[in-house]
């Protein structure tokens, strides 16, 4: 429909276009014969004097009675002048049908080159301009005969796309209808994968093309997509798991104590029972929270961050702890949230002083551009094949320690997450006689 209209409109413009083209070409002939009489009579030239002073023209000259007093070609029955005479005005188009003219008047003499012999045998299509003389005593009508031949290549131009638009319009609907049935077939097959694809099946992957076009760009995303979305998924379920099993033990734990203590009031010391119970409680509040956290940043969108200083959040998480030294060097400044940049390092310097021997060493400073935190330790490292999965989440390198000691295997997750929220890294640097881990975080913009 829409290739249908666009045809109609351009074809119809252009026949139009070439039928005023045609008829302002005879039009213009027209007005400059009449001008050229007109200004031979307001010079003094009568109309008897207009056979010798205008040669190869077609006019009518006619006064206010509307009675003809000149014409060239002898006209036996019709006229240049329309039937209200003198009153007429504008230009017109008329049709001098045989027998109308007479090539052997007299006053057909210098005629016979404007309108063609064949004007005796055939309708001859004419164009009519008129003025009037500066006195107003003669109304003079000037003709010029319409190009037949052009007319007619006209006329079969515009029968031919009247025909032919709706053919041609047809025609292209059907290749661009089958062109884009063939392009879309990949679409179709992306589509249905997609559509069988379920929650527990990620692993599915849609065609991809070999036509190397947007189509094939929008499998490769896709592809893409479902591999982030499986990944997450099994980092989901896998962190699903993790958490009610390590929810599971202090519950187990708090309640058995519970649980005794009331079964046995006289042989348990409440005291102590409430402090265990406590020190479980604790730990489940640590490990609530680091949960909401991880939870927090996993679902985080873009943040408003500030600028925050690193010597700041360094003075202010050591501030009362024994046995941890602090180096600052350029004192860099981030963008950031200083109360998840303070936790970060809390939990950087709580992993350390688990695995120290003597002491733990924070140094602040700028390297490349980059500010830098780092914690290091004497205690027995960190091996370079767990150096990436120290990261994970519910990792622990000692799986035989004490939880009470060890943790939950969190702490370092949530530094990982935090730095990559703020556009940083974390890495376990090389480090003789120890662990070093490494924050690299974008400085500020000044």
């Not at 055939?122 to 301009?129: D, L």
């Not at 992993?351 to 500010?371: I, P």
């Amino acid at each position: 429909m829409t290739s249908l209209l666009a045809l109609g409109v351009v074809s119809a413009w252009l026949v139009i276009d070439a039928q005023n083209r045609l008829g302002n070409g005879a039009a213009q002939v027209a007005r400059e014969r009449v001008a050229a009489i007109v200004q031979l009579l307001n010079t003094g030239a009568a109309p008897s004097d207009l056979p010798l002073l205008v040669r190869d023209s077609a006019y009518e000259v006619i006064d206010r009675t509307a009675k003809r007093v000149i014409t060239c070609p002898g006209l036996r029955h019709g006229a240049f002048a329309p039937a209200d005479g003198y009153k007429g005005g504008g230009d017109s188009v008329s049709v001098l049908r045989p027998g109308d003219v007479d090539l052997a008047m007299p006053e057909s003499t210098g005629c016979q080159r404007t309108l063609g012999r064949d004007v005796e045998i055939t309708e001859t299509r004419v164009h009519v301009a008129t003025d009037t003389s500066g006195d107003s005593k003669y109304r003079i009508f000037g003709a010029a005969v319409v190009d037949e031949s052009g007319q007619a290549a006209l006329d079969s131009v515009r029968v031919t796309l009247l025909a032919g638009v709706p053919v041609i319009a047809l025609l292209i609907g059907a290749i661009a209808w089958f062109a884009v049935r063939r392009s879309l077939r990949p679409v179709e097959a992306i589509r249905s994968e997609v559509a069988e694809i379920g929650a527990h099946d990620l692993s599915r992957r849609v065609p991809a093309p070999d036509s190397a076009d947007e189509i094939a760009k929008l499998a490769e995303t896709m592809n893409t997509m479902l591999a982030r979305l499986d990944a997450a998924v099994t980092r989901q379920s896998r962190f699903t798991s993790d958490a009610s099993h390590e929810l599971r033990t202090p519950l187990a734990s708090l309640r058995t104590q519970l649980e005794v203590l009331l079964a046995h009031p006289d042989r348990l010391d409440w005291r102590d029972a409430c402090r265990n119970a406590l020190l479980d409680v604790t730990r489940l509040q640590d490990l609530v929270g680091d949960l909401v956290l991880l939870g927090k940043l996993d679902n985080a969108g873009p943040e408003r961050f500030t600028p925050v200083r690193l010597s700041e959040v360094v003075e202010s998480c050591l501030s009362g702890r024994q046995g941890v030294r602090a180096g600052i060097e350029g004192d860099p400044t981030v963008l950031g949230d200083r109360g998840r940049l303070e936790r970060l390092l809390r939990n950087l310097v709580d992993n350390a002083q688990r695995h120290t021997r003597t002491g733990v060493e924070v140094t602040v400073s700028t390297v490349d551009g980059v500010g830098v935190l780092a914690v290091a330790d004497d205690g027995p490292g960190i091996p370079a094949a767990d150096r990436e999965r120290v990261f994970d989440r519910f990792v622990r390198l000692d799986d035989g320690r004490a939880r009470d000691d060890g943790g939950a295997g969190l702490g370092l997750a949530v530094v990982a997450e935090i730095a990559r929220a703020h556009g940083g890294t974390v890495e376990v640097a090389d480090h003789d006689g120890g662990a070093r881990l490494v924050v690299r975080l974008p400085l500020a913009r000044s």
